[in-house]
């Protein structure tokens, strides 16, 4: 299943790195969503893009930026990170945001950690 | 405030049948959710419902009961692929999906 795309797989960062999380989808959908999957935890919602468009930003640290230059792709920028921050990031898209086609389709993730 | 539950971990023989329960409360209710997760890799769609009563698809049926803030999976004929964590997620009034924190289900030989 490649409709969903995530790069990198993996990555290990210092606390005082910069680096970008990468989504693409090759669904035609229009929203697309960055979640943060601990363990243990309910996926937890970071932000939603609809129509290229910012549109729910979950109360998400500024060292979380997101950016969503077209509807196909969606990244995930990141500086200063904590230890906490280690965890599964995932990038879903759906149809769009709440017009009744909102099944959303996930991609691989990004395995995060940092030190 | 909203709230889904659903069991941690459940164990279950190959070729029998199990069934994962999902109970919530939310503001508002616009279709609940399973997904399947394998350690490592997405989480990829299994079922959606909205109206009350069972859906079927293959091995895999999810019953949904609005009224009782209930819905089940049920996973018949295991087979040892079917070992992966099952979560539940609930779309609300707003549209926004509550999550589970997942089902883990062992299958032993």
């Known amino acids: 299943e490649t409709g969903v795309t995530q790069t990198p797989r993996h990555l290990v960062m210092g606390m005082t790195n910069k680096k970008s999380l990468k989504c693409e989808q090759h669904?035609?959908?229009?929203?697309m969503y960055w979640y943060k999957q601990s363990a243990k935890k309910p996926l937890e919602l970071m932000f939603v893009?609809?129509?290229?468009?910012?549109?729910e930003n979950n109360s998400v640290p500024s060292r979380f930026s997101p950016e969503c230059p077209n509807s196909s792709h969606l990244f995930l920028h990141l500086h200063t990170l904590q230890p906490e921050d280690s965890a599964l990031y995932l990038c879903?898209?759906?149809?769009?945001?709440?017009?009744?086609?909102?099944?959303?389709?996930f991609g691989p993730g990004t395995r995060l950690l940092v030190l | 405030g909203q709230n889904i539950d659903q069991p941690t971990e459940m164990t279950a023989t190959e070729g029998a049948i199990v069934q994962i329960n999902c109970t919530y409360q939310?503001?508002?209710?616009?279709?609940l959710f399973w997904y399947q997760q394998h350690a490592g890799e997405a989480p990829t769609f299994l079922s959606y419902?909205?109206l009350d009563g069972l859906e079927e698809k293959g091995r895999f049926s999810s019953f949904l009961s609005r009224s009782k803030g209930y819905s089940y999976l049920l996973l018949k004929e295991l087979q040892m692929k079917d070992s992966a964590s099952y979560l539940c997620?609930?779309?609300?009034?707003?549209?926004?999906?509550?999550w589970g924190a997942g089902t883990k289900l062992i299958i032993k030989p």
């Open positions: 669904l035609g959908h229009n929203a």
């Open positions: 879903a898209s759906s149809q769009e945001r709440g017009g009744g086609q909102e099944t959303q389709y």
């Open positions: 419902n909205v």
């Open positions: 939310t503001s508002g209710f616009n279709g």
């Open positions: 893009y609809n129509f290229k468009e910012q549109t």
């Open positions: 997620a609930v779309m609300d009034s707003n549209y926004q999906l509550i």
